[in-house]
Nanobody, 120 residues
Framework: QVQLVESGGGLVQPGGSLRLSCAASGSIFNINVMEWFRQAPGKQRDLVAVITSVDNTNYADSVKGRFTISRDNAKNTTYLQMNSLKPEDTAVYYC??????????????WGQGTQVTVSS
């Protein structure tokens, strides 16, 4: 199967920046789509950003112009550069990957999440 490991979360002041990483490992043939979601306490998990295998991207309106998603296909890794952070960005951030395993089966996997806290 495929394992996703996020890193880069932490505590940052409003207006600051963080860069999240999510590395996928396992019997991966290719990853079609990589996504970042977030979930604040008491709220549903929302899509933040998505990137395809040809680097098409899409963002939630709340993060457009502040967050940038990218990926390194050679490393099966996606990144989320978060700038101009606001207290309302505080949440657990999860990555997800959807693709094809060696052998031809498709997969969808989630990471364990990383906490981002924006506070002074």
């Amino acid at each position: 199967q495929v394992q996703l490991v996020e890193s880069g979360g932490g505590l940052v002041q409003p207006g600051g920046s963080l860069r999240l990483s999510c590395a996928a490992s396992g019997s991966i043939f290719n990853i079609n789509v990589m996504e970042w979601f977030r979930q604040a306490p008491g709220k549903q998990r929302d899509l933040v950003a998505v990137i395809t295998s040809v680097d098409n991207t899409n963002y939630a309106d709340s993060v457009k112009g502040r967050f940038t998603i990218s990926r390194d296909n050679a490393k099966n890794t996606t990144y989320l550069q978060m700038n101009s952070l606001k207290p309302e960005d505080t949440a657990v951030y999860y990555c997800a990957a959807h693709g094809v395993l060696v052998g031809g089966r498709t997969f969808s996997s989630w990471g364990q999440g990383t906490q981002v806290t924006v506070s002074s």
